[in-house]
């Protein structure tokens, strides 16, 4: 599978963290129509057509079949930890859960998120459910989660009725890019590791803003490569190769920049837009994993999961390898619309 299904590239900015941002210029570049006939157009139209929607059938069935494992071994939170720089990384379970916890409070302290602002909230690309069960129960909060995923919405329903929280919490498959949701719904909308494998950037975050209320604030952290140099037009060949890699595994189409992502949200004219790179933050996560994989029962769950399975977590190491060279950065991107 190629990693380049989005209908676009990107112009990046020079390298920013921790900064805000107000310049609403964007630079988007099209393919030239020009250089097309019709019928190549057509063509091209057709392809891209198809390949989005196997991209979207492989990370359904991606979910379905490993969301189980990763719930036996890790618990209801699907996304990385947030540790402390040079942290021990030698923690418990119980450690590394407390990360993920953790992972969700930076992430509403660096959105400056209150709670007598979050009435109704939409985790998108809500796995089984876990940040939108946290974000309701902190916040007395209405709260919908969407997956492509049945096997994880279900199981979300059905962890949300254990915990006696269904009245507040629900689950539907839904496609992020097409949201079931009128304008505005949303004061928080949250996408905590799921725009990674959003083939248009541009219309997932056009959705994220047509959903959130006036004045709602939306964050997105997701996984990125490193912001281009002044001067680059792309990533350099070894690297790309890397992330090609890692995208036939876990479903993923072309990856963009942290920059990118600020570039689309000033393209909507939205408020307090800042980012940060937690990558430093998150390096314990992926050496956790594979540990965790080793001993007996990961080893055991694994091979009982599937083959999907099995190909995760031999990609693990790339992860791994992406950090340590800096190409893959772990990004925190937030804004608010205007009221």
């Known amino acids: 599978m190629k990693a380049t299904l989005a209908p676009f590239s990107f112009t990046s900015l020079p390298y920013r963290t921790n900064s805000s941002f107000r310049s609403p210029s964007l630079l988007l570049k099209s393919p030239s129509s020009a250089s097309l006939t019709t019928a190549a157009r057509g063509s091209v139209a057709l392809k891209a057509t198809t390949s989005t929607e196997a991209l979207r059938e492989g990370i359904a069935e991606f979910y379905n079949e490993t969301s189980g494992l990763w719930e036996e071994i890790w618990g209801d939170h699907m996304h990385h930890g947030f540790y402390d720089p040079d942290s021990s990384i030698q923690l418990s379970d119980s450690g590394h859960r407390e990360a993920q916890i953790r992972?969700?409070?930076?992430?509403?302290?660096?959105?400056?998120?209150?709670?007598?602002?979050?009435?109704?909230?939409?985790d998108v690309g809500c796995g089984i459910g876990g940040s939108s069960r946290y974000l309701a129960s902190k916040f007395g909060a209405e709260c919908i989660g969407i997956t492509l995923s049945p096997v994880q919405a279900k199981r979300a329903n059905d962890l949300a009725a254990a915990q006696s929280?269904?009245?507040?919490?629900?689950?539907?498959?839904?496609?992020?890019?097409?949201?079931?949701?009128?304008?505005?719904?949303?004061?928080?909308?949250?996408?905590?590791?799921?725009?990674?494998?959003?083939?248009?950037?541009?219309?997932?975050?056009?959705?994220?803003?047509?959903?959130?209320?006036?004045?709602?604030?939306?964050?997105?952290?997701?996984?990125?490569?490193?912001?281009?140099?002044?001067?680059?037009?792309?990533?350099?060949?070894?690297?790309?190769?890397?992330?090609?890699?890692?995208?036939?595994?876990?479903?993923?189409?072309?990856?963009?920049?942290?920059?990118d992502y600020v570039n689309l949200l000033q393209s909507h004219s939205l408020q307090d837009?800042?980012?940060?790179?937690?990558?430093?933050?998150?390096?314990?996560?992926?050496?956790?994993?594979?540990?965790?994989?080793?001993?007996?029962?990961?080893?055991?769950?694994?091979?009982?999961?599937?083959?999907?399975?099995?190909?995760?977590a031999l990609t693990m190491p790339l992860m791994i390898k992406g950090y340590k060279k800096g190409v893959i950065k772990f990004g925190i991107i937030t804004c608010q619309k205007p009221l």
């Open 103 to 122: 992972m969700i409070e930076e992430s509403l302290h660096f959105a400056g998120v209150t709670e007598e602002r979050v009435k109704r909230v939409v």
């Open 273 to 312: 837009i800042k980012c940060a790179d937690w990558s430093e933050n998150v390096a314990p996560f992926w050496p956790a994993v594979i540990r965790t994989a080793l001993t007996w029962n990961g080893l055991w769950s694994l091979l009982l999961s599937g083959m999907k399975s099995i190909k995760g």
């Open 165 to 259: 929280l269904s009245k507040r919490v629900s689950f539907l498959v839904a496609d992020a890019l097409e949201q079931p949701f009128e304008d505005g719904k949303f004061d928080l909308v949250w996408s905590m590791e799921s725009g990674e494998h959003m083939p248009d950037k541009a219309k997932f975050v056009k959705e994220l803003v047509r959903v959130a209320a006036p004045g709602g604030r939306i964050i997105i952290v997701t996984w990125c490569h490193r912001n281009l140099s002044q001067g680059e037009e792309t990533l350099q060949p070894w690297e790309q190769n890397l992330l090609d890699r890692i995208c036939k595994t876990f479903y993923l189409p072309a990856w963009c920049s942290t920059d």
